[in-house]
């Protein structure tokens, strides 16, 4: 049996991760010390945990570091990194929305100004509905660029929406579902690919049983 | 004679074998100039690896390229004969941009293309040439093989709409099944056509595992070609030795250049694939040629770090 290196998002949705691969058959008891340590290793069923920011998974997996790991769609579709994407963990759903102050419509006269993490994303998707933009990026409180005045609209991702209503926003379209996603390196699938099916089998059935929201 | 083996670094050993593997099987190496027109990679953008190419103007005003692929300039400098088979090698520096810093680099690249009266022995003969490649890189090695033709024939089968299709292809790519049910649900596909493609991605691995699972798959005239193709030529190849082949229909290309058996090679240790090739009869015609192609370039660029860290060891 050849060692699973696995790629976990730090932080809140990192824990509910692993609690699946856990309950999928996966144990890495170490893991729960509380300790700051990156890497945790369980011999026994041949799997090595990390903890990275979320937003690298994707290129800690693309690059081999990692043979799987679990990342946002919202990165997936910013980066498309040549990764697999094996699974829908059905973990951390949110939107990808296009937010705007109270009242606001894109009268499409002019260039829209939108302000985003996600500057591929806001791209593709204003050329898919034929509208000419100028993007603003920025790396976070995205919220306050409309009611600055620095951008017209914002594209992010928007799970309840009270950090927009506290703002005084309203999501003006929803256009692609986000979740956490499963997803494996090229190449390490060829080579490990009975392990990663496992993985994933344990993984989906919980998904499909429902116990997993 | 004088040994060099104390001089030559781990690439430089791998370019040599690859290229007396290949001369010994018959194939002549082609030595390309490091400039061509500027039109002929203009003309065909999307075949290039990455879109940039580097230019210049020549003292009489012409705009050349640094090459940026080996392929076209064969394909045009050839003869176009389709009676006879022309067997090249070549081993040259090619200039792409790399994905982590956007600049261009000089990429080592060896490969082999046949371009004339390629049937399917010529075809197994490419893929034979490729495992020994593999083989003579690393002893752990795989070599994926699909069938461009067969998902087009199901699309068409099926009744898929043009707009869902590139769509689709790229959520096959990726192995994403939950994808490619929304994506062929939305599009109004029944229950059984979903279930089609859906299938498709939890088929592969080894020939005998996979070939007789594609009896339901052949359904219209291009169906039954991609796979009979594939039978044939998976046959003369052996799986179980240094490099184990797998059938995988993830593996997808270019359709306006692509058609039919394309492949591609891993090497442990290396996070992606080091070798990649197919056959190309859509490029010829595109270029105006008649004949058949079929070839396979190794990325030495991509073996730099496995050579790196075995040296370390």
């Known amino acids: 049996m050849r060692t699973l290196n696995v790629a976990l998002p730090k932080g809140r949705l990192g824990e509910k991760i692993y609690d699946l691969f856990e309950r999928a058959g996966f144990p890495c008891p170490s893991i729960r010390d509380g300790s700051r340590k990156l890497i945790f290793e369980n011999a026994e069923v041949g799997i090595r945990y990390f903890w990275v920011k979320p937003s690298d998974v994707a290129i800690y997996v693309e690059r081999g570091a990692a043979d799987i790991g679990v990342c946002g769609k919202d990165i997936l579709l910013e980066y498309?990194?040549?990764?697999?994407?094996?699974?829908?963990l059905r973990k951390g759903k949110c939107s990808m929305c296009v937010a705007g102050r109270e009242g606001f419509v894109d009268d499409r006269a002019g260039t829209l100004t939108v302000a985003t993490k996600f500057v591929n994303v806001a791209k593709s998707y204003y050329a898919s509905i034929g509208r000419e933009i100028d993007v603003i990026q920025l790396n976070g409180s995205i919220e306050i660029a409309p009611i600055l005045g620095l951008s017209d609209?914002?594209?992010?991702?928007?799970?309840?929406?009270?950090?927009l209503r506290e703002n005084n926003l309203v999501v003006v379209e929803r256009f692609a579902d986000i979740s956490a996603r499963l997803i494996s390196n090229k190449a390490s699938f060829k080579f490990k690919s009975e392990e990663i099916e496992r993985v994933k089998a344990g993984l989906s059935a919980l998904v499909e049983d429902g116990e997993n929201d | 004679m004088i040994d060099f083996s104390d001089v030559l670094t781990r690439s430089e050993i791998t370019a040599f074998t690859l290229r007396k593997i290949y001369r010994e099987q018959g194939y002549s190496q082609y030595k390309m100039s490091k400039f061509e027109e500027y039109d002929l990679y203009v003309k065909n953008k999307d075949f290039l690896v990455s879109d940039s190419?580097?230019?210049f103007t020549d003292t009489d005003g012409k705009l050349l390229a640094l090459k940026p692929d080996v392929t076209l300039s064969i394909i045009k400098n050839g003869k176009d004969n389709p009676t006879e088979l022309m067997k090249v090698y070549y081993d040259e520096n090619v200039y792409r941009v790399s994905k982590g810093t956007k600049t261009f680099r000089e990429i080592k690249q060896v490969g082999v293309e046949c371009v004339g009266a390629v049937t399917d022995s010529t075809i197994?003969?490419?893929?034979?040439?490729?495992?020994?490649?593999l083989a003579s890189i690393s002893t752990s090695s795989v070599l994926e093989i699909s069938n461009l033709d067969l998902i087009p024939g199901l699309f068409d089968y099926y009744g898929v709409s043009e707009s869902a299709r590139g769509e689709v292809i790229a959520l096959l790519s990726q192995k994403n099944g939950d994808g490619?049910?929304?994506?062929?649900?939305?599009?109004?596909?029944?229950?059984?056509a979903v279930n089609a493609f859906t299938d498709l991605i939890?088929?592969?691995?080894?020939?005998?595992?996979?070939?007789?699972?594609?009896?339901?798959?052949?359904?219209n005239e291009q169906t039954k070609r991609a796979v009979s193709e594939l039978f044939s030529a998976v046959q003369g190849l052996t799986s179980g030795g240094a490099t184990k082949i797998s059938i995988d229909f993830s593996l997808t290309g270019d359709m306006k250049y692509y058609n039919g058996i394309a492949f591609k090679g891993f090497v442990e240790g290396v996070p992606s694939s080091v070798l990649s090739g197919g056959s190309y009869d859509k490029l010829m015609k595109r270029m105006g040629k008649r004949s058949r192609a079929i070839g396979f370039a190794v990325y030495l660029d991509e073996l730099e770090r496995l050579f790196f860290r075995r040296e370390e060891q």
Do not use: N
Request: with cysteine.
């Open chain 1, 80 to 88: 498309s990194p040549d990764v697999y994407e094996l699974l829908d």
């Open chain 1, 153 to 163: 609209v914002i594209v992010d991702i928007v799970e309840t929406g009270s950090t």
């Open chain 2, 53 to 55: 190419v580097l230019t």
């Open chain 2, 124 to 133: 197994a003969e490419v893929l034979g040439l490729a495992v020994r490649s």
């Open chain 2, 180 to 192: 490619v049910a929304q994506a062929l649900a939305s599009d109004g596909m029944s229950e059984s």
């Open chain 2, 202 to 219: 939890s088929i592969y691995g080894a020939p005998e595992k996979v070939l007789p699972r594609l009896a339901c798959y052949e359904v």
